[in-house]
């Protein structure tokens, strides 16, 4: 497992987008290494997880308002 430093930068410094923490992580998201059957499962039962949650969710009143509100 490959450790990473985190390092907090002023707003005010401009850091180059390969050094920024979306891009490391955009980049191990992308990475080609082949994903072992017990990952894939577990992937696949997240997504199924996440539908499930915004399912549920979605009568919930702070929801259905956002809904309305972006024309949904």
Known sequence: ????????????????????????????????????PEVAAMVVNRVIDNAAVAIAAITRAPVAQARSQAGG
């Open 1 to 36: 497992m490959i450790s990473r430093n985190v390092k907090v930068f002023p707003s005010g410094t401009p850091l180059p987008k390969t050094e920024q923490r979306a891009w490391k992580l955009a980049a191990v998201a992308t990475d080609s290494a082949p994903a072992l």
